[in-house]
Antibody
Framework: EVQLVESGGGLVQPGESLRLSCEAS????????MSWVRHAPGKGLEWVAN????????YYIDSVKGRFIISRDNAKNSLYLQVNSLRVEDTAVYYC???????????????????????WGQGTTVTVSS | EIVLTQSPATLSLSPGQRATLSCRAS??????LAWYQQKPGQAPRLLIS???KRAAGIPARFSGSGSGTDFTLTISSLEPEDFAVYYC?????????FGQGTKVEIK
């Protein structure tokens, strides 16, 4: 069965940290780009971070750069998001997802285009409140 | 950052009717656009990738079209389980962005 299972969420105070985990099964994890997406209460979806299959490339949205770290352990079929210096506005359900990627090679440059997320976890809730 | 604008915000329709949802990008995203369905308390579900490719297991009543800046998701005949929120998403430029969503509600 294809499955992503997140864990690690919780209630924390501003400035504190958490480590979110996502364990994959039924997919070729080590061949998959992976992402974290969050959904804040009453708001839309926000694509937080991406990581390449081998972990060599990572992308973050500006609001989490320097505070969040995406990583993976392919031997454990696991994706992680270390969330530091948490703010009230980071309160959300955090989902991991597999990303579909189109690779375009131009001499001297490789471009990555993301055209969908086809496998999602059930989400883990992070609540930041004093 | 590319902004995706979805319209309408809410669509009130009856089962059996056709639903047409729009997603407009602030600049070209080529065909790197996806559509998702989300129900309360659930994760998003991929319906359409690369603007027009139906994902595995998605019924044929769902179809996507468009390229560049204008995209459409069409549900040809609404089933009771189709009433939900629909999001578009672009991955042509980082940061990838989502639209604000269209809620399809029962009239």
């Amino acid at each position: 069965e294809v499955q992503l299972v997140e864990s690690g969420g919780g209630l924390v105070q501003p400035g504190e940290s958490l480590r979110l985990s996502c364990e994959a099964s039924g997919i070729s994890f080590s061949s998959s780009w992976m992402s974290w997406v969050r959904h804040a209460p009453g708001k839309g979806l926000e694509w937080v971070a991406n990581i390449k299959e081998d972990g060599s490339e990572k992308y973050y949205i500006d609001s989490v750069k320097g505070r969040f770290i995406i990583s993976r352990d392919n031997a454990k079929n696991s994706l992680y998001l270390q969330v530091n210096s948490l703010r009230v506005e980071d309160t959300a359900v955090y989902y991991c997802a597999r990303v579909l990627v189109d690779i375009v090679v131009v001499p001297g440059t490789i471009y990555y285009y993301f055209y969908g997320m086809d496998v999602w976890g059930q989400g883990t809730t992070v609540t930041v409140s004093s | 950052e590319i902004v995706l604008t979805q319209s309408p915000a809410t669509l009130s329709l009856s089962p059996g009717q056709r639903a047409t949802l729009s997603c407009r990008a602030s600049q070209s995203v080529n065909s790197y656009l996806a559509w998702y369905q989300q129900k309360p308390g659930q994760a998003p579900r991929l319906l359409i990738s690369a603007a027009s490719k139906r994902a595995a297991g998605i019924p044929a009543r769902f179809s996507g079209s468009g390229s560049g800046t204008d995209f459409t998701l069409t549900i040809s005949s609404l089933e009771p389980e189709d009433f939900a929120v629909y999001y578009c998403q672009q991955g042509n430029n980082w940061p990838g962005t989502f639209g604000q969503g269209t809620k399809v509600e029962i009239k």
